[in-house]
């Protein structure tokens, strides 16, 4: 009873401290330093008393892209060979798919430019299903598909070209490329 009456004290000095004094920064020292002390009367740690309100998420993230021009068949998976980013081992360059390491909203985007003269059209899949899709015109034209899935882990998702052979441009400037990453759990 003595501990808490002394606290409820010390607090009201405190407070009537703080509303005299017009520096944002001591106000909250000093009410950091009460808490700290709480705290400590308590019997709990005084690393309690620091907000810890945001949950980490685990870095997974992946880009890949072509290191050059590739001719790509009907329905086939872009297979983009260059990785330069694949935390949490999801992306395959050998299949061109990335396998969802766990659970969560994951922001998948796709960049495809088309050859000379050539269009390139392709979906943007998560397992069988299509999403999204993009469509370079012929003549060197980029372009992009983006979204956020709700995905589970150990699902697929790839780009997957229409059904005609066509060329993907791209060369040591990387014009053609396939990021994502996890936004939350």
Known sequence: MFRTT????MLGILVGKVKSVCDSELQ???FQDLLNMMMKIKGSSPELSTCKCQKSVPAIAFTA????????????T????????????GYNPYSGIFTTPKNGYYQLIATATSYQGNKFYA????NNEKT???????GQITDSASIVLKLKKGDHVFLKHHNSSEKIYSDAQHWS???GFLISE
């Not at 892209?65 to 086939?76: F, Q, Y």
């Not at 872009?78 to 081992?89: H, P, R, Y």
């Not at 999204?132 to 012929?138: E, K, T």
């Open 6 to 9: 002394v606290t409820v004290f």
């Open 65 to 76: 892209s072509l290191s050059a021009t590739k001719s790509i068949g009907p329905l086939e």
């Open 78 to 89: 872009v297979k983009f060979d260059k990785v330069s980013t694949n935390a949490g081992k």
């Open 177 to 179: 490329m396939f990021p």
């Open 132 to 138: 999204v899709g993009l469509y370079a015109g012929p």
């Open 123 to 126: 979906n943007l899949w998560k």
């Open 28 to 30: 909250n020292g000093l």
